[in-house]
T-cell receptor, first 115, second 111 residues
């Protein structure tokens, strides 16, 4: 299957700082990438859909000014958590999709801890 | 968003036993995917289903796309300790790219 990487895998930051998470499709071009948030023992919660070269589409209840998404190329999408607070601590996972595959391939996730 | 009901929520089984879990929805999907997630990692795709009635195997895993297009099943035969994890179903409506995820089934295999 296709490979998606995520960086960093673990980040600890102070409250009020911003954190950027990168998602890369390594062996295919991803016209669409998705960002999820997952709390312990729960399912994945879709935050936003990121399309290359256009603005991201955010799910209801997700603050677009707090979770900035940039999909500048067909292999890279970034999620920036701005002015992070302890309640933003979570496991963030990206996935990438290429229409001909009709499947989603997930990155390994990023564990964010805000102190 | 769409609601996918996955059951059972958790399972505790003896090594060697077979496992069965399912996912149901009130909506019709055109694609079903099954994933396994280990702790602290991203989900890994196990099986993809594209046609109603389709039955697909991947080693000891077998999944089926329900005839009504509103459900899917995953079976694991002769379970082993490394099968431990959380299994998610995901369904896609129509031509859109978004997948909706089930609530997950946590599997524990007792050696």
């Amino acid at each position: 299957g296709a490979v998606v990487s995520q960086h960093p895998s673990w980040v600890i930051c102070k409250s009020g700082t911003s954190v950027k998470i990168e998602c890369r499709s390594l062996d295919f071009q991803a016209t669409t990438m998705f960002w999820y948030r997952q709390f312990p023992k729960q399912s994945l919660m879709l935050m936003a859909t990121s399309n290359e070269g256009s603005k991201a589409t955010y799910e209801q209840g997700v603050e677009k000014d707090k979770f900035l998404i940039n999909h500048a190329s067909l292999t890279l999408s970034t999620l920036t958590v701005t002015s992070a607070h302890p309640e933003d601590s979570s496991f963030y996972i990206c996935s990438a999709s290429e229409p001909s595959y009709n499947e989603q391939f997930f990155g390994p996730g990023t564990r964010l801890t805000v102190l | 968003g769409q609601q996918l009901n996955q059951s059972p929520q958790s399972m505790f089984i003896q090594e060697g036993e077979d496992v069965s879990m399912n996912c149901t929805s009130s909506s019709i999907f055109n694609t079903w995917l099954w994933y396994k997630q280990d702790p602290g990692e991203g989900p890994v795709l196990l099986i993809a289903l594209y046609k109603a009635g389709e039955l697909t195997s991947n080693g000891r895993l077998t999944a089926q796309f329900g005839i009504t297009r509103k459900d899917s099943f995953l079976n694991i035969s002769a379970s082993i300790p490394s099968d431990v994890g959380i299994y998610f179903c995901a369904g896609q409506l129509g031509s859109g790219n978004q997948f909706y995820f089930g609530t997950g089934t946590s599997l524990t295999v007792i050696p």
